[in-house]
């Protein structure tokens, strides 16, 4: 089964942090991936600020162009991060990787992924 591993994290923090606690951080990230990589396939990606985004709101009349606008949706301190998709046998063993890369600074959400399309192996 594949599992999402989603990473949340106020935007803007990290840059704040220690450079020793930002590189400890980035170990971790490092540690899982070579992990991953002894396993199998997996993808990840980190997403830049949440500044950079763009939020797309449809409109009710059919025949006008969504409303794009500036910024995330969401209205919360916490922002979407990045994220690993990886093949686990249980959701415990998505929670060990998981918990292998969550911080004071970082919370991660894992989820079961139900794989629509696409070329992610596994």
């Known amino acids: ?10 935007d803007g923090v990290f840059d704040l942090l220690p450079q020793e606690v930002k590189e400890a951080c980035l170990q971790k990230h490092r540690e ?10 997996f993808a990840t990606a980190q997403l830049m600020p949440a500044s950079s985004s763009v939020t797309i ?41 998981g918990s292998s890369i969550a911080t004071p600074d970082v919370f ?5 992924v139900a794989w629509a399309s696409g070329i992610l192996a596994g």
């Not at 089964?1 to 990473?7: E, G, K």
């Open 32 to 41: 899982l991936q070579a992990r991953l990589t002894a396993k199998g396939s």
């Open 57 to 97: 709101k449809p409109v009710a009349d059919p025949g006008e162009k969504p409303l794009v606008v500036d910024g995330p949706f969401s209205e919360t301190k916490e922002h979407f991060a990045g994220f690993y998709i990886v093949n686990c046998d249980t959701l415990e063993e998505a929670i060990e990787y």
């Open 108 to 112: 991660v959400e894992v989820r079961p």
């Open 1 to 10: 089964m594949q599992y999402s591993i989603l990473i949340y994290s106020a």
